[in-house]
């Protein structure tokens, strides 16, 4: 008997999510030192974490023999009171790769839509997938969300959009101007799926009033996470906002203990050094400039990005990937995504994003 075909032909469908090389995977195939490797893959943060959560986690050591609080009443009265929202407003995920899930557990199945753009996230084609409802991938416009297309796109039976802003892999932004129009065109009857992994990252003019939004458009669910400008990748924590009704039922497809205890212990922490996120942001800011200006001189384009990663257009992306990773320089190729000319490549910290161009440089011949 072949099991494969025991599994829903939707499930058998999914091609898996292709995460960025560990570094200790390529020192074992190359025989390299892990000292001597610099991943610019996954969009980490190149600073580590904040000392203040740091000093949590280690708090948090003795109490693991217990359950973690199913209700993550710590990091919601934090969040609440630093968002001003209720704490019924907030779910609480295992990374916000979990409440994406959650979200399409609970409003789509078999015969439903949602709606996404090319090239956007490849989680929500994943999660759309998984529930086996169908996925619509509306054509980008210069990288980005095609905002008008993909209002376009909904039809009768689209329950879901999903929107990255800034989207990775491309960076790309939309202005607030543009979401809050976008959400006064679409029909209260579609959730829209406002992924902010990246805000943090963002100038404040640049930051869509997207919470305040809640109030409304009851049909709008804000998705952040706690692994990129928090530095907390590893442990897996971020968050949903939504009107409480809908929070309530993304509440119903979560399982009970899925934060666990150092994640929660963490991130009450991250939420409140206000001094080491705005050192992320400096440190992403300089670090773009280096990456741009040393495309520049090059002569490489990249599609310009609000994120803390940048795609460049190196040409044979694959081969270049793979040279850079004899040199122990991990980055992202993203031809699954549709973009084989591009590598993404994570801002690091100056000495890292140096030996990136340097090794780019000798790759490329120039
Ligand atoms: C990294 C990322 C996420 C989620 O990451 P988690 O670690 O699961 O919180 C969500 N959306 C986008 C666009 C991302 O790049």
Known sequence: MNLTELAPAHIRAIAPYQPG????????EMGLAEADIVKLASNENPLGMSP?????????????????????????SALAARLSVGPDQIVLGNGSNDVLEMAARAFLMPGLSAVFSQYAFAVYPLAIQAVGATGISVPAKDHGHD????????????????????NNPTGT?????ALHAFLKSVPQSVLVVLDEAYVEFLDAGLQAPSVAWLAEFPNLIVTRTFSKAHGLA?????????????????????????????????????LEDAEFLAASKRVNDAGMAQLTEGCRALGLDWIPSAG????????DAGG???????????????????????????????????RFLAVLARTLGK
């Open 308 to 315: 803390n990663f940048l795609c460049i257009k190196v040409g």
């Open 320 to 354: 270049v990937f793979q040279e850079l990773l004899r040199n122990g320089v991990i980055v992202r190729p993203v031809a699954s995504y549709g973009m084989p000319e591009y590598l993404r490549v994570s801002i690091g910290l100056p000495e890292q994003n140096a």
């Open 147 to 166: 905002l008008a297309a993909m209002a376009a796109a909904i039809r009768a039976d689209t329950r879901m959009v999903f929107i990255a802003n800034p």
């Open 52 to 76: 203040r959560a740091k000093a949590a986690l280690q708090n948090e050591v003795d109490g693991l023999a217990l359950y973690p609080d199913g209700n993550g009443f710590t990091l919601k």
């Open 173 to 177: 932004l939309l202005s607030g101007a």
């Open 234 to 270: 590893g442990l897996r924590v971020g968050y949903a906002l939504a009107r409480a009704e809908v929070a309530d039922l993304l509440n119903r497809v979560r399982q009970p203990f899925n934060v666990n205890s150092l994640a929660l212990a963490a991130a009450a922490a991250a």
């Open 21 to 28: 090389k560990p570094i200790s995977e390529l020192a074992r």
